[in-house]
């Protein structure tokens, strides 16, 4: 059962990279970032009134933990600048190798107060196995 | 060209993870629908600022807007649902099968809507998904049974 949520989830971030990709070939790439953003803050507004979780904030976390919102205008502003040229598919594909690389990154340099875990070479296979999939993809 | 583009696609999954790895963070400190309420309204400021400075495209867009079909706009609320279920879900099924069937997800739909954008769909192409399919599985089963073994 709970597979199925995951295969909805995934086909959800296809929808949505295609979504705001088309918004902004009809406006222009700022003003559809914008709006998707106005969007998601009202919902998640709902959200925070709605399901009230009340957390203090106990480690008190550097104010730059609160400024994700920048890498988000940035997410969506690439998002929508490759997804016209890219297609769907190869966009999620290639975010998802990215995602790959900077966990490897973050893990092997114990960044962002993640522990430190050493990784590496095994996962070597696997990223180049990523990579020539998404070349056949291009190239098909 | 198109290397460039691949590249901006690249540079993006490298942004979403450093994103939510701090975003997720910033959850369990604060709860996560606070965290996700700070993403997107900063986000919303960014980008509309963005918008503003660039001022050519601010007049035609949003003259255009008025045109747009309305679905176009429901982008943001399902970023929104993404972030209810995956609250839901990861803690539900093991972490494994939680990445690979939302992968599975998004090639499936992604595959759908280019096939109705005109990317017409190949063989070649679920050769190439199959490839990424076991390269991300292996990986993703080298973290569990890491994870195990710590």
């Known amino acids: ?140 | 060209m198109i290397i460039v583009y691949g590249l901006l696609a690249l540079i993006a999954g490298v942004v979403i993870t450093f994103s939510s790895t701090l975003n997720a963070q910033l959850g369990k400190s604060i709860g996560t629908y606070k965290a996700a309420l700070y993403h997107n309204s900063v986000g919303a400021l960014l980008a509309t600022i963005m918008a503003i400075f660039t001022l050519r495209d601010l007049e035609s867009g949003f003259k255009s807007l008025e045109q747009v079909p309305l679905y176009l706009y429901s982008g943001g609320l399902v970023t929104v649902a993404v972030v209810i279920s995956t609250i839901r879900l990861v803690p539900k099924i093991p972490i494994i099968y939680t990445t690979l069937s939302v992968f599975i997800g998004q090639f499936l739909v992604g595959f759908i809507i280019d096939w109705y954008m005109g990317i017409k769909f190949s063989i070649g192409r679920m050769v190439g998904f199959l490839i990424i399919f076991l390269g991300l599985a292996l990986n993703i089963y080298i973290e569990v049974q890491k994870q195990s073994n710590s």
Do not use: C, W
Request: avoid cysteine; aromatic fraction near 8%; glycine fraction near 10%.
């Open chain 1, 1 to 140: 059962m709970y597979y199925i949520f995951g295969l909805l989830v995934g086909g959800m971030i296809a929808i949505m990279v295609s979504v705001n990709g088309q918004l902004a070939v009809h406006t222009s790439i700022y003003i559809s970032a914008s709006i998707v953003h106005i969007i998601a803050s009202l919902g998640t507004l709902m959200l925070t009134l709605l399901y009230p979780q009340e957390k203090e904030d106990r480690d008190r976390l550097p104010i730059y933990y609160y400024l994700t919102g920048v890498l988000g205008a940035i997410i969506i502003v690439l998002n929508n600048v490759t997804f016209k040229e890219l297609g769907v598919s190869i966009t999620v594909a290639l975010m998802l190798l990215g995602q790959m690389i900077a966990s490897l990154f973050i893990d092997s340099y114990g960044l962002l107060k993640m522990k430190r875990v050493k990784t590496g070479r095994e996962k070597a296979p696997g990223l180049i196995m990523m990579v020539i999939g998404i070349i056949v993809i291009m190239l098909n």
